[in-house]
Nanobody, 122 residues
Framework: VQLQASGGGLVQAGRSLRLSCAAS??????MGWFRQAPGKEREFVAA???????YYKESVKGRFTISGDNAKNMVYLEMNSLKPEDTAVYYC???????????????????WGQGTQVTVSS
């Protein structure tokens, strides 16, 4: 199983970025995005279930949108109105257990991508 995240970069505050994650070697009921800022713990950002149900961290609701393409085994994170506090390494993750969206912890996901850096300048 391999998860490949891409799409990060350096943007100014208020601009947008779209992250992509390609999964290979398996199919998953739940895929999510986490982020880790320097000196902080990795935190849940958003997740999507195979049926299309979405889940978000409160602080990104209305700005970030997670979507998936089951046929292509892809998940996307559209990030709008970016803020400097969104700066972090973003990781995609996958799992087949419903715990992935109920407790939304890193330990709830068995599969991880390598991360992509998002830097938002003020």
């Amino acid at each position: 199983v391999q998860l490949q995240a891409s799409g990060g970069g350096l943007v100014q505050a208020g601009r947008s970025l779209r992250l992509s994650c390609a999964a290979s070697g398996g199919t998953f009921r739940y895929m999510g995005w986490f982020r880790q800022a320097p000196g902080k713990e990795r935190e849940f950002v958003a997740a999507i279930g195979w049926s299309g149900t979405t889940y978000y961290k409160e602080s990104v609701k209305g700005r970030f949108t997670i979507s998936g393409d089951n046929a292509k085994n892809m998940v996307y994170l559209e990030m709008n109105s970016l803020k400097p506090e969104d700066t972090a390494v973003y990781y995609c993750a996958a799992d087949n257990n419903h715990r992935a969206v109920t407790n939304r912890r890193t330990a709830s996901y068995d599969y991880w991508g390598q991360g992509t850096q998002v830097t938002v300048s003020s």
